[in-house]
Nanobody, 122 residues
Framework: QVQLVESGGGSVQAGGSLRLSCAGSGFTVSRYCMGWFRQYPGKEREGVAIIERYGGTDYADSVQGRFAISRDNAKNTLSLQMDSLKPEDTATYYC????????????????WGQGTQVTVSS
């Protein structure tokens, strides 16, 4: 049974940093496409960053150069390092996994975590 559990959300002032983690169980993180998405109230989930099975990464333009996605194969975890945070980064962040597809489309991902809130104050 595939499970994803996020942690690391919280509140921070603009310009600060947070690191999100996602613990995977029931599957091997390195054999799946893994992604981070975020959702604003009343909006659909949008892709933030993905890491492909071979290790390639891709970012949304809005976070390029500020966020970094990575995985720890030994711990079977996914991380998102978020630096230079802005108030517009305030959202609920979700970890996602899929054994086949890899894109910034939420509909391509089969498995999801429960989400963690990130709040950035100005």
């Amino acid at each position: 049974q595939v499970q994803l559990v996020e942690s690391g959300g919280g509140s921070v002032q603009a310009g600060g940093s947070l690191r999100l983690s996602c613990a995977g169980s029931g599957f091997t993180v390195s054999r799946y496409c893994m992604g981070w998405f975020r959702q604003y109230p009343g909006k659909e989930r949008e892709g933030v960053a993905i890491i492909e099975r071979y290790g390639g990464t891709d970012y949304a333009d809005s976070v390029q150069g500020r966020f970094a996605i990575s995985r720890d194969n030994a711990k079977n975890t996914l991380s998102l390092q978020m630096d230079s945070l802005k108030p517009e980064d305030t959202a609920t962040y979700y970890c996602a996994a899929d054994p086949y597809a890899c894109s910034h489309r939420s509909s391509d991902f089969r498995y999801w975590g429960q989400g963690t809130q990130v709040t950035v104050s100005s």
